[in-house]
DNA sequence: GTCTATACCTTGATAGAC
DNA sequence: GTCTATCAAGGTATAGAC
């Protein structure tokens, strides 16, 4: 069964200026060793610049975690805002929805366990910027779900809930996910799709 | 309904001894701002002993983190193993062992955090040790699923797939769950032991 | 915008008295 | 077993030449 309303996120643009290296190398550094793990040393070694070179386009280490936190919430966001608003049918938007963001948690599992794992380690203000949008990214999810249940298609009990168990599935996807694993992320989307379904459906 | 298997963790022994004071103190520091940015400064003050107390009990900082990740494995193992025995059938024991599990994810949320977060950054022999538990976390409720499976009562296609998501959906539990959070952790458990269940059922 | 050099601080861990 | 004092290493970030 093909899923004509999900999406392949955009390739990633490959570096050309110092600045976009430099959040492909802390991505990657990030992800693999932890935000605090991470000296701008290695960042700085990774992107091919010297220590120094880091703060010519980011005035801190925290600054560029935030830059690259901001710019995988948002690509997050409106991958599923967009499956969400092409879905004829509430089925169809939960399965699309959970689809996408399941496989873009495999497909850019680095990006993923940046946003997911490192993001608590922000400065304050930078942090509730992006607490702000991961509501509306829960916000997609649990719209889905109300309208779902108010023409009779879905089982809900308690919508908030259901919402956070479901997309706990999909995130969970970049902490067990690497390159080495054969199952590929359009596979792993259509089956993440089919569970959410699966979870809330009306029993017959 | 109740659930007469499903059992209550039993509660973690005060601190009397130093050693335990420390691991105490290093589950809170670790949990909270993850193992890379904690001092040992950190650990010391909040057990109540100086910097260098640390030593006398463990050699090093990466052996702190050891023991409390070994601890935790060894007790989430346990109560699933005690939970599978004694169910009567697989569809009671992925009940109430993914009941049990969601629970102490909720109950113990900061040893949880530790446990699922921190223990990648474990030096390469303890990572490997304790991979070897986390293999047999993932045995018990797959080996459910295959009896289940066998007896006609799930409906699964990939096992090894379906064991990965319910299992998700339980450890995310400690990334949300917290003290200012009103479901009680019982029926955290008891819906998450619902939801497994509704996953892998055959339906009518 | 990139470099070299370095200031200044914090870290994990140790020495040695009590 | 706990302390005070301290070391050596490595951290973020800055200064100033080019």
């Known amino acids: 069964m093909s899923l004509p309303t999900r999406r392949r996120p955009p390739p990633r643009p490959s570096g050309s200026t110092a600045s976009e290296r430099l959040k492909e190398a802390a991505i990657i550094e990030f992800s693999d060793r932890g935000f605090h793990a991470t000296t701008t040393r290695d960042i700085a070694a990774r992107a091919g610049l010297s220590p120094a070179g880091v703060y010519v386009h980011f005035p801190s280490k925290e600054d560029l975690l935030y830059a690259i936190t901001l710019d995988g919430h948002l690509a997050a966001l409106e991958m599923l805002q967009e499956a969400a608003t092409d879905a004829p049918s509430p089925v169809e938007a939960l399965r699309t929805t959970v689809g996408t963001f399941a496989q873009w948690h495999a497909e850019r599992f680095q990006d993923a366990r940046v946003v997911q794992y490192e993001f608590p380690h922000l400065g304050h203000e930078h942090r509730e910027h992006i607490l702000g949008i991961r509501k509306q990214i829960n916000a997609v999810v649990s719209d889905?779900?109300?309208?779902?249940?108010?023409?009779?298609?879905?089982?809900?009990?308690?919508?908030?809930?259901?919402?956070?168990?479901?997309?706990?599935?999909?995130?969970?996807?970049?902490?067990?996910?690497?390159?080495?694993?054969?199952?590929?992320?359009?596979?792993?989307?259509?089956?993440?799709?089919?569970?959410?379904?699966?979870?809330?459906?009306?029993?017959?």
Chains 1, 2 share one sequence.
């Not at 298609?153 to 308690?158: A, I, K, S």
Request: proline share 3%; net charge negative; glycine share 8%.
């Open 144 to 204: 889905i779900l109300t309208l779902g249940v108010a023409e009779g298609l879905f089982d809900v009990d308690d919508i908030p809930a259901t919402t956070l168990a479901i997309l706990s599935m999909a995130v969970d996807v970049c902490r067990w996910y690497d390159s080495e694993i054969k199952r590929s992320p359009e596979s792993i989307g259509n089956d993440y799709g089919e569970l959410a379904v699966r979870l809330v459906s009306a029993r017959g």
